[in-house]
Structures are given as structure tokens and as C-alpha cells.
């Protein structure tokens, strides 16, 4: 298989430490380097799982840093060995066990990767969404080297225009352009990734009692949640949680017909591109 012929991917992992089931879950590109091969466990997700079947030896993985307050792209590796069972799926103790799959007839996949350097400049999300987000086919000067056919790599990307999957495609143009970037840098002193101040006279409301917005000061990859590639907690994963009990009829208080009905816990599991 000539290089042409390889695929490219992105792959994402969380570089801060998170603990589940008493496991932390971390792995960022400092692990990585350290490890230098991996299994690419814990994909629960059949979309990311079916584009792992797809990936080949030598094809190139562009590893990302997701569900932290900087995501972006740290380094950059390869398949090393083709998809088969992931066998944490099986394992009780493991963070994302699934009790549904069986040795014999296994669900969840796997594929190796080998660490081969580190991008020698972070090539930041919000970086990539000032690029999607331009209306001008032109880069700005800070970046004019990745010219306009740049600009279309980037703005096609999964990444910007769908964001939350664990494991997505990349194109050899995009390959190419994303290396060229780390390489060359040049975007220090670019403002981008800032909201605009609001323009708007209306006065702000203060916050009631009632308020229900949450929010994850964290997690800046946009879109819902999805549970990803070794353990990150940006993807919603393809396991569904068990269903709450039904109500009972002696739940009901039929002398003054109000219900009584016990508050639920969410059942919305914080886990996996």
C-alpha cells in the first residue's frame, strides 16, 4: 500500500483526568508518547466503531484532545494493527462495560495505534472553526501558506461540521494541510475563538430561582454529548440505559387528584468523538 492509498482519520481522547468506576481515563499526548502503541479502547458508539472496521495498517490517525477547556490536535500516529474485539467490553470493572456483548459473538471493536510525533504547534478547535466560519475563500495572512485550497479542506472537515464523533474521516488534502500547520504555525497573534461583545440595550434579566441552563465550562468541542474513543466523554454512546419503573396507581391520590409522582434520577451517562 503506496502512502496515497492510506486513509487518514481523526481520533480523540481526554487529556484531563476524569475518573470513572474509580479508573482514570485519561490520555493525552504525554500518555501517548509514554505508551507509544495502544489499544483504542472503549468506542461505544457504532458509527465510530464501524469506521474503526474500515481502518487499515499504516493508514494515519490525527490524535485530538476533546473534552477539555483547549481541544484541538496534539500529535499524530497510525494504525498498527487492524480492527478486532474489544475485550473491556466484557470486563465488570472496566468504565464502559457492556453487559450485552459476549465473547463469542463480541459487539464492540478495537484497533491498535502507534504514537509517531507530536504536532510541533497545537493546532487549536477554534482555530479550525475561525476557518470554517470565514466567508472569504482567501486565509488570513497570519496563515496564507495553506491558500484557499486549504481553506476548503478545513471547512469540509467532520470535525467543524459535525464536531461530536469519536472517530472521523479525513481527507489526504486536510492530512496534508493540518501537518502543514503544525509545522509552520504562524496564528499566535490571531484573535479568534472570543465571542463578540452583545450589542443589544435590552437589560439583563437576573436569574431566578427556576433556572434550569447548565452548563460544562470544560467541554468547548460544541454539539451533545457523545462517548468516545479511549474513554472521552464527548459522544453519546450506543448502549441504552435501563428505562425508569412505572408509575404506580397508589401514586395517585384520588381524593384530591393530585399526583405525586417521585422525582427520577437522570439516566444520561457522561460518557462517549
Known sequence: MTSTDRKCWLMKAEPDSRVVKGKDVKFSVDDFEAARTTPWEGVRNFEARNLMKEMSIGDKILFYHSNCKS?????FAEVSKEAYPDYTAWDS????FDPKTKQDDPKWFMI?????????????????????????????????????????????????TRG?????????????????????????????????????????????????????PTNND???????????????????????KKRKASDVDTGTQKVTVPHRRSVRAKKED
Not at 481541544?71 to 500529535?75: D, N, T
Not at 470493572?93 to 464502559?96: F, G, N, R, V
Request: glycine share 10%.
Open 71 to 75: 481541544p484541538g490536535i496534539a500529535g
Open 93 to 96: 470493572s472496566h468504565p464502559y
Open 112 to 160: 491498535d495505534a502507534t504514537f509517531l510525533s507530536r504536532a510541533e504547534h497545537f493546532v487549536p478547535l477554534s482555530l479550525l472553526r475561525h476557518i470554517a466560519e470565514s466567508a472569504k475563500s482567501d486565509p488570513p495572512d497570519e496563515i496564507a501558506y495553506i491558500g484557499t485550497e486549504g481553506m476548503k479542506a478545513v471547512k469540509a472537515m467532520p470535525l467543524v
Open 164 to 216: 461530536r464523533l469519536s472517530v472521523q474521516r479525513v481527507s489526504q488534502e486536510c492530512w496534508g494541510i493540518i501537518q502543514m500547520m503544525s509545522e509552520k504555525g504562524g496564528w499566535e497573534e490571531m484573535t479568534f475563538g472570543k465571542k463578540k461583545p452583545s450589542t443589544s440595550t435590552r437589560p439583563r434579566q437576573p436569574a431566578t430561582k427556576n433556572s434550569r441552563a447548565k452548563t460544562n
Open 222 to 244: 460544541g454539539g451533545g454529548s457523545e462517548v468516545e474513543g479511549k474513554l472521552d466523554a464527548s459522544e453519546e454512546p450506543d448502549i441504552k440505559p435501563k428505562k425508569g
